[in-house]
């Protein structure tokens, strides 16, 4: 494996197209990333692979073929999201969340994408007088932007190329982020607003509809009817959801969805470099109990940290002082 350590600006020539992700702080994200990677080189071997990381153990740099150092000061959780453009080593560049797994071959669906400058995978538009849980107001905003349309996507991918197009998406998308009082968006978390909505907002500034792929290149399980098939190493995913029955090349385990037990077998399928039918029926098995020991663990959390913050709102209004701890972003 052919693994360097650099800021991508000092490379000499760039290749031309490369995937990228973002592995920062949790041991989690160390670990999805590397299978992440693991994937891609089982499935798209031709393309260089880049991942932003923290991680000193050289974990990552056994798989990828770019470590590119976290800058801290960008910011913390879904912030350094907002600058991929300026950690990828690449001319054109594929971003993929570390919570992903490339199931199968996705050249087709690669040079239908390279058609834009800048997109993500995009499900639908948003029309005056919709409403969407990322904005407290989108019909008055979409109003006020004289916008007729918003692309509604999950941010799992986004490909870009070096543009002078690209350049004011990202400009103005951090900007959004920025300004969350100006745009009416809502906190993903305490580090602020998501990437979609700001995305999404300067991708309707500029008039870019997006890239829709019928379900073939990125989807998540939001909605799932049914049972979810995936094989990384036979190459094959599919499922239902409210659309119908998709094939995408990238499954996007986010937030909950990261618990299913398809993904875990379909971790260790790569590691083992077997189909997921001949995964033992006991890894099947420890794989079950282990997640739900983290689904105990994670409800456990929140009814703890549920309860602080009701006796921290009846101190309060006791006139008593509680000590405050910073939460913890997890994404």
């Known amino acids: 494996m052919n693994s360097q350590s650099a800021d991508p600006s000092s490379a000499g020539i760039r290749p031309v197209i490369g995937f990228l992700t973002l592995a920062i702080g949790a041991r989690d994200y160390i670990d999805q990333a590397y299978y992440l990677g693991l994937s891609l080189k089982a499935n798209m071997p031709r393309y260089p692979i880049a991942v932003v990381t923290d991680d000193e153990t050289g974990r990552l740099a056994s798989i990828y073929d770019h470590v590119v150092p976290a800058r801290r000061s960008l910011g913390r959780g879904v912030r350094q999201k907002m600058y991929i453009d300026q950690y990828t080593p690449f001319e054109e560049t594929l971003f993929i969340d570390a919570d992903c797994i490339a199931a199968r071959s996705f050249e087709r669906e690669l040079d239908e994408v390279r058609r834009f400058d800048f997109t993500p995978v995009v499900q639908r538009h948003l029309r005056p007088g919709d409403r969407d849980e990322y904005f407290l107001d989108l019909p008055d905003l979409m109003?006020?932007?004289?916008?007729?349309?918003?692309?509604?996507?999950?941010?799992?991918?986004?490909?870009?190329?070096?543009?002078?197009?690209?350049?004011?998406?990202?400009?103005?998308?951090?900007?959004?982020?920025?300004?969350?009082?100006?745009?009416?968006?809502?906190?993903?978390?305490?580090?602020?607003?998501?990437?979609?909505?700001?995305?999404?907002?300067?991708?309707?500034?500029?008039?870019?509809?997006?890239?829709?792929?019928?379900?073939?290149?990125?989807?998540?399980?939001?909605?799932?009817?049914?049972?979810?098939?995936?094989?990384?190493?036979?190459?094959?995913?599919?499922?239902?959801?409210?659309?119908?029955?998709?094939?995408?090349?990238?499954?996007?385990?986010?937030?909950?969805?990261?618990?299913?037990?398809?993904?875990?077998?379909?971790?260790?399928?790569?590691?083992?470099?077997?189909?997921?039918?001949?995964?033992?029926?006991?890894?099947?098995?420890?794989?079950?109990?282990?997640?739900?020991?983290?689904?105990?663990?994670?409800?456990?959390?929140?009814?703890?940290?549920?309860?602080?913050?009701?006796?921290?709102?009846?101190?309060?209004?006791?006139?008593?002082?509680?000590?405050?701890?910073?939460?913890?972003?997890?994404?």
């Not at 282990?290 to 009846?314: D, H, M, P, T, Y």
């Open 143 to 331: 109003k006020r932007m004289d916008l007729r349309a918003l692309p509604k996507f999950n941010g799992g991918v986004y490909f870009f190329r070096r543009s002078a197009v690209s350049n004011r998406v990202f400009e103005a998308a951090r900007r959004i982020q920025s300004e969350p009082a100006e745009f009416g968006l809502k906190a993903f978390d305490a580090t602020g607003p998501g990437d979609e909505p700001a995305y999404a907002l300067a991708m309707a500034r500029y008039d870019i509809s997006g890239y829709e792929d019928q379900g073939r290149l990125m989807r998540t399980p939001v909605g799932l009817r049914g049972m979810l098939s995936i094989d990384p190493v036979q190459g094959e995913c599919n499922f239902v959801r409210a659309e119908g029955r998709v094939t995408p090349a990238i499954c996007h385990f986010a937030g909950d969805y990261r618990f299913m037990p398809e993904y875990y077998c379909a971790r260790v399928a790569l590691e083992r470099r077997c189909p997921v039918e001949a995964v033992p029926f006991y890894l099947q098995g420890l794989i079950r109990v282990e997640l739900a020991r983290q689904r105990l663990a994670r409800r456990v959390r929140w009814l703890r940290g549920s309860a602080e913050r009701r006796l921290a709102l009846i101190f309060t209004m006791m006139g008593l002082r509680t000590l405050s701890k910073e939460p913890v972003i997890r994404r």
